[in-house]
């Protein structure tokens, strides 16, 4: 009898498309998500999520815009990648807070809702959302959020190449600056307004590129004093765009940098998003940070062509020469 009631469940979950499977998101939520799962919400930390969607070949998954207050040009890749996200309604403002319009939720398809903290995700689950937390505490989440989402979205065989990849592209520049006697010092700043967006991920890049991070025990998103930069006087600089290089090299203030007398500025890589923050585009920042201080050692490594065969092999976008300029001159 009891075998005969398990059979019916079981049939009528099938049948209603109810069928279930138990994941643990990267707080250690326990969360039923249905079996399979066809659209999906990005709630909180909207373009990062939107990345490792668009890495796994998700993007029509997408069921929500983007924010209006990141809707600018430097988001600009992210509608190339998923053209309908420009038409898409919105259900959340912008970071930090990613405070998240529960009515407009509501009216949204979606079999779970993606957050990015552990708050957003507990507040949602109380109102009934299938809701999963994303975590990124350290650069080693990129493939943590990889492996999960290809679990919640059947897309484990995609989830594995992309970390494979991951993996490869690590082995290989660390192979390259294995004997690197001399390391360059290096900063990650946001000139606008002097602040250090991402320390954590601009270490790690910095770091296994070849370099030494001068901000390496700075909190993320920390401001700093000019005197502090002077200090320092970093080899090389990585900065928000082009226009904050350009303007970092009128700065009178600034002259003196070593980064800035031996035209060592650059504006960090910026495709689905910024390469430095918590996207699967790291191993892509990676590649370019290394061959930036060390170009002799990387003469074999074409970044352009890199970058096409990244996307095109992950996001499913061949991109013209246009499109990797844009990328590599935000």
Not at 103 to 114: C, G, K, S, W, Y
Not at 249 to 270: C, E, H, S, T
Request: charged residues 15%; aromatic residues 12%.
């Amino acid at each position: 009898m009891k075998a005969l009631f398990f059979f019916l469940v079981v049939s009528l979950h099938v049948a209603f498309g109810l069928e279930s499977k138990t994941i643990v998101d990267m707080y250690g939520r326990t969360v039923n998500i249905p079996s399979t799962v066809h659209s999906v919400v990005t709630a909180g930390g909207t373009p990062a999520v939107n990345s490792f969607l668009f890495a796994l070949g998700a993007q029509d998954a997408i069921t929500n815009g983007l924010p209006g207050a990141i809707e600018g040009k430097n988001w600009k890749m992210q509608t190339l990648f998923a053209p309908k996200l420009s038409s898409l309604p919105t259900v959340s403002n912008g970071g930090p807070e990613w405070d998240i319009n529960v009515e407009a939720l509501h009216t949204i398809a979606h079999d779970v809702v993606f957050v990015v903290n552990q708050n957003s995700a507990e507040f949602l689950a109380q109102k009934g959302f299938c809701v999963v937390a994303l975590q990124w505490s350290t650069p080693y989440s990129v493939k943590e959020t990889m492996t999960l989402l290809g679990e919640i979205l059947g897309l484990q065989n995609r989830a594995a190449a992309y970390n494979d990849y991951y993996d490869r592209t690590l082995r290989f520049v660390a192979q390259k600056v294995a004997h690197v006697s001399s390391r360059p010092k290096a900063l990650y700043l946001r000139y606008t307004n002097f602040s250090l967006p991402m320390v954590s991920t601009a270490t790690w890049m910095i770091e296994h590129a070849g370099g030494i991070n001068v901000a390496a025990n700075v909190k993320d998103h920390a401001t700093i004093s000019i005197e502090q930069l002077l200090t320092w006087n970093p080899d090389f600089l990585f900065v928000w765009n082009t226009q904050e290089k350009e303007a970092i090299y009128r700065d009178k203030r600034l002259v003196g940098l070593n980064a800035i007398q031996n035209q060592k500025v650059f504006a960090m890589p910026m495709g689905s998003h910024v390469w430095t923050h918590y996207t699967p585009e790291q191993p892509l920042a990676l590649l370019w940070a290394a061959e930036k201080f060390l170009p002799l050692a990387f003469q074999d490594v074409s970044i352009a062509q890199e970058i096409v065969s990244f996307y095109a092999t992950f996001f499913g976008v061949k991109l013209d020469e246009a499109q990797v300029d844009k990328i590599l001159n935000p």
